[in-house]
């Protein structure tokens, strides 16, 4: 139901497996043929997923033997993620100027922080 293009949300799943550890460097994972089945979606979907990922160097290919997670995927997760401070910064502006306080800010970064991912 999200608002999301699917192939975007398989992008975040993935993203959110590595930075959970729970896909590690090197892991297997599903085919494409084997995703689109299970998620009742178009190969295409998924394979632009793929795609995505490779180009972002998080998952790498093995001809014949499929799709796996790049050693180093977690870091350039993280360097990605540390990018968005600079959006996050023109957010904060935007709320100083539309009259929301530090106080406010900060009592709903904290309440973010307290329930966690």
Not at 32 to 45: F, G, I
Not at 85 to 95: A, G, Q, R, S
Not at 97 to 117: H, P, R, T
């Given at each position: ?10 992008i ?19 085919s ?14 998924v ?36 990018q968005r ?11 100083l ?21």
């Open positions: 139901m999200s608002r999301t293009p699917v192939y975007l949300q398989i975040e799943q993935v993203e959110t497996f590595v930075l959970k550890d729970i896909l590690k460097p090197n892991d297997q994972i599903p494409v043929r084997n995703l689109s089945v299970s998620l009742a979606l178009n190969p295409n979907t394979q632009k997923a793929y795609s995505e990922l490779d180009r972002r160097g998080l998952i790498y290919s093995v001809p014949g033997k499929g799709c796996f997670i790049a050693s180093e995927a977690k870091d350039i997760i993280n360097k990605l993620r540390r401070l600079t959006e996050f910064e023109n957010i904060t502006k935007d709320l100027m539309a009259g929301i306080s530090k106080n406010e800010l900060i009592e709903c970064i904290e309440s973010i922080y307290k329930k966690g991912v």
